[in-house]
């Protein structure tokens, strides 16, 4: 994963997602770590976005968090930092190709939260469930 291309605010989500993998003691950063992460930024572009969509919150930092308890955990002196887990990688391929279509140089919060939802798996289904689509 290449951050170079991204804005610091998604290169800061990134990290923030990396960090609530680690204090989940999960190894592979997954979309939920991601989602949460742009939850966590109160006030920052993805709530704006979805409180403007009419998604609910709560609603979405609930299935979030049942989506990150329910990824593994792992333990042990050989553990080593996250890695981008089968899921994420998509989503930021993803988001790439938007940041693409729209003729963007760099990868932005919202193409990261386009991404999301396009997204199968937990987060995509909790913002679907919301009508949270990439339209």
Do not use: C
Request: charged share 20%; hydrophobic share 45%.
């Amino acid at each position: 994963m290449n951050l170079s291309n991204y804005t610091v605010k998604a290169q800061e989500a990134v990290q923030k997602a990396a960090e609530i993998a680690q204090a989940n003691t999960n190894q592979g950063l997954e979309p939920p770590h991601l989602f949460k992460a742009l939850l966590q930024d109160e006030g920052g572009l993805a709530t704006t976005l979805l409180q403007g969509l009419g998604a609910n919150l709560d609603y979405l930092d609930a299935k979030t968090e049942a989506a990150i308890a329910a990824l593994p955990k792992v333990s042990g002196a050989s553990v080593q930092g996250p890695y981008v887990g089968s899921d994420l990688g998509p989503v930021l391929d993803g988001a790439k190709k938007e940041a693409d279509a729209l003729g963007d140089e760099y990868v932005a919060v919202e193409h990261l939260l386009v991404a999301l939802a396009d997204s199968t798996g937990a987060v995509g289904d909790a913002l679907r469930n919301q009508d949270v689509t990439k339209a």
